[in-house]
């Protein structure tokens, strides 16, 4: 009986050991990977009139780049385009565009779109404006909300990934 009771706790330690050296092999690797991750990147906005908003363009995280919605707006002039749904998308899409430049990207970089429309009815109208920007087809979440910032018919937002 003694043999048995021995060799199990000389069994349940060598168990225990394994598990203990497992576990922290496990962590070092862990902290490794946390250490090659590049904490958030703020970037400054590239437009004058949007320096003291309280948000980001777009923020990086690694590789990952994650864009601040855009309306139809004309940064030049500060108001939203003129010519309805197509004309707004448009203009949201070239905004993209300008801030994705700014970091050497183009829409071609870009694997996921949310698009908010102020009217659902707008879809079909939205839809043949966007598949001319994006005709890679990223990933993306359409809906419907009333009363979108500025009285705009659309926001897009999106996430590019870069070299």
């Not at 990952?64 to 003129?82: N, R």
């Not at 707008?122 to 979108?148: G, H, I, M, S």
Request: glycine fraction near 6%.
């Amino acid at each position: 009986m003694k043999c048995l009771n021995y060799r199990y706790w000389l069994g349940l330690g060598v168990f225990f050991l394994l598990i203990g050296c497992c576990c922290a092999t496990g962590s070092e690797e862990n902290s490794a990977i946390q250490e090659e991750q590049s904490p958030p990147i703020f970037h400054p906005t590239h437009e004058p009139s949007k320096v003291n908003a309280p948000y980001s363009d777009i923020v990086q995280v690694d590789n990952l780049y994650f864009l601040a919605g855009q309306i139809g707006k004309d940064h030049t002039k500060g108001t939203l385009v003129e010519g309805g749904i197509e004309a707004e998308t448009r203009q949201c899409l070239e905004n993209i565009k300008a801030v994705l430049a700014q970091h050497d990207m183009t829409m071609a970089n870009v694997v996921k779109v949310l698009v908010i429309l102020d009217d659902i009815n707008d879809f079909a109208a939205f839809n043949e404006v966007y598949k001319t920007y994006l005709p890679q087809k990223p990933a993306r979440t359409t809906f419907a909300a009333e009363a979108l910032a500025a009285g705009a018919k659309i926001e897009i937002e999106v996430v590019a990934v870069g070299d």
